[in-house]
């Protein structure tokens, strides 16, 4: 089993920043694919970023240019930098990790919030 812990979110203003983390725990030998998807109320789940093990990254059309994912394989985390957050971002924002011969990890959201 592998858990997911996410952190960082919160209320920021349009235009601002923030930076969202997942760290993996548990028993790991093979993560692959991992990132972050987000869930905004009344809709569905929703790609926002996704990297391989070798640093192939993966961005949903709407974030392409703001958002900037990255992972350290040392530390069994990943990353999701977020600039120029619109209104539109405000969401739950849910980690996502795959290992090898196992299946598929989800976290329990971080609530990001953009409003003025």
């Known amino acids: 089993q592998v858990t997911l812990v996410e952190s960082g979110g919160g209320l920021v203003q349009p235009g601002g920043s923030l930076r969202l983390s997942c760290a993996a725990s548990?028993?790991?030998?093979?993560?692959?694919?991992m990132g972050w998807y987000r869930q905004a109320p009344g809709k569905q789940r929703e790609l926002v970023a996704t990297i391989t093990s070798g640093g192939s990254t993966n961005y949903a059309d709407s974030v392409k240019g703001r958002f900037t994912i990255s992972r350290d394989n040392a530390k069994r985390t990943v990353y999701l930098q977020m600039n120029s957050l619109k209104p539109e971002d405000t969401s739950v924002y849910y980690c996502?990790?795959?290992?090898?011969?196992?299946?598929?990890?989800w976290g329990k959201g971080t609530l990001v919030t953009v409003s003025s």
């Open positions: 996502y990790a795959r290992q090898d011969f196992d299946g598929d990890y």
């Open positions: 548990g028993v790991i030998f093979r993560l692959n694919t």
